[in-house]
């Protein structure tokens, strides 16, 4: 992850947030900023501010995986224990700044659960590193279902009529912001704002000139690849996650942008759309 690919991904996120606060603004009036916990949507209805904060948290589900911010919680609880053999000395005082500050942001098992309610996770791992539990969730299907449909579309011959297929990608999308909207509702836009902070923050630490010389390279990527087994436990493979996290919040955004037509199963889709090669990214980092 360069800093450059990391504040356009994070950038996305927190202009998503802005839009969903708008809405939010206009559904429950000037109080919305400070209500933690929004009252949830239900009744199959699909929500085009809950979806941007489902849009967020998938990417910040996928970053997890690819290792923030847990490589950098774990760089300070290391460098604060002194059980990390690392040379960070000349970045003490930044790292103990963050870890001092730790119970003022959600936590890696609190980001977990969430994450697992949404996505159902239950096929990932938890901070712990152990099997994360399933949360219950359609998305996996439904996710699948419209990544196909829409890889269908992008790939048909040009001679080939679209309607069918974009009706069958119509339908997929409904199903999957209906379910979107009922579980990435209540605190789930609170706890967005606060991750997305908290990554930033995180890569402001690794791109540091002082962490960056311990760590023996400024790209996050080679760093936390480099350095996972020593700081985690375990390997961790950066990249592949990081592509998906973009595809996966292309595709959720596409949603929320088009959820009025999406409910109507009106929405149109054109093989070129952005969405379209979204899908296909994805389709390109599914592990195997």
Same mark, same amino acid.
């Given at each position: 992850?360069?800093?450059? +690919?990391?504040?356009?991904?994070?950038?996305?996120? =927190?202009?998503?947030?802005?839009?969903?606060?708008?809405?939010?603004?206009?559904?429950? %009036?000037?109080?919305?900023?400070?209500? *933690?916990?929004?009252? $949830?949507?239900?009744?199959?209805?699909? !929500?085009?501010?809950?979806?941007?904060?489902?849009?967020?948290?998938?990417?910040?589900?996928?970053?997890?995986?690819?290792?923030?911010?847990?490589?950098?919680?774990?760089?300070?609880?290391?460098?604060?224990? %002194? #059980?990390?053999?690392? &040379?960070?000395?000349?970045?003490?005082?930044?790292?103990?700044?963050?870890?001092?500050?730790?119970? =003022?942001?959600?936590?890696?098992?609190?980001?977990?659960?969430?994450?697992?309610? *949404?996505?159902?996770?239950?096929? %990932?791992?938890?901070?712990?590193? =152990?099997?994360? =539990?399933?949360?219950?969730?359609?998305?996996?299907?439904?996710?699948?279902?419209?990544?196909?449909?829409? @890889?269908?579309?992008?790939?048909? $011959?040009? #001679?080939?009529?679209?309607?069918?297929? @974009?009706?069958?990608?119509?339908?997929?999308?409904?199903?999957?912001?209906? !379910?979107?909207?009922?579980?990435?509702?209540?605190?789930?836009?609170?706890? +967005?704002?606060?991750?997305?902070?908290?990554?930033r923050l995180a890569l402001s630490i690794l791109g540091?000139? !002082?962490?960056a010389r311990a760590l023996g390279t400024g790209d996050?990527?080679?760093? @936390?690849?480099?350095?996972?087994?020593?700081?985690?436990?375990?390997?961790?493979?950066?990249?592949?996650?990081?592509?998906?996290?973009?595809?996966?919040?292309?595709?959720?955004?596409?949603?929320?942008?088009?959820?009025?037509?999406?409910?109507?199963?009106?929405?149109? *889709? !054109? &093989?070129?759309?952005?969405?379209?090669?979204?899908?296909?990214?994805?389709? @390109?980092?599914?592990?195997?």
């Amino acid at each position: 992850m360069t800093p450059a +690919a990391a504040r356009r991904g994070l950038d996305a996120c =927190e202009r998503a947030l802005a839009l969903q606060l708008a809405e939010a603004v206009q559904r429950f %009036g000037a109080a919305a900023p400070s209500i *933690i916990d929004l009252p $949830p949507v239900s009744g199959g209805r699909i !929500d085009a501010g809950t979806l941007r904060v489902a849009s967020v948290l998938a990417w910040a589900s996928e970053v997890e995986q690819a290792g923030m911010p847990a490589f950098v919680e774990a760089l300070a609880d290391g460098a604060m224990k %002194g #059980t990390l053999l690392l &040379p960070i000395d000349a970045g003490g005082e930044r790292l103990g700044r963050y870890w001092r500050a730790r119970h =003022e942001r959600f936590t890696a098992d609190e980001r977990h659960e969430l994450y697992a309610r *949404i996505f159902d996770d239950g096929a %990932g791992v938890s901070a712990a590193g =152990e099997p994360a =539990e399933a949360g219950g969730s359609l998305f996996p299907a439904l996710f699948q279902t419209l990544i196909e449909a829409l @890889i269908e579309i992008g790939r048909a $011959p040009t #001679t080939q009529p679209l309607g069918d297929l @974009i009706v069958r990608a119509n339908v997929a999308a409904r199903d999957l912001a209906a !379910d979107l909207s009922m579980r990435a509702g209540g605190i789930a836009a609170y706890a +967005a704002r606060d991750i997305v902070a908290h990554v930033r923050l995180a890569l402001s630490i690794l791109g540091s000139a !002082d962490i960056a010389r311990a760590l023996g390279t400024g790209d996050v990527s080679h760093a @936390i690849e480099l350095h996972s087994p020593t700081v985690l436990g375990h390997q961790i493979s950066p990249r592949p996650h990081l592509a998906r996290a973009e595809a996966v919040h292309t595709v959720i955004s596409w949603l929320a942008d088009k959820a009025g037509d999406v409910g109507a199963l009106s929405a149109r *889709i !054109d &093989p070129t759309d952005a969405v379209v090669r979204a899908a296909e990214a994805w389709r @390109i980092q599914e592990p195997s």
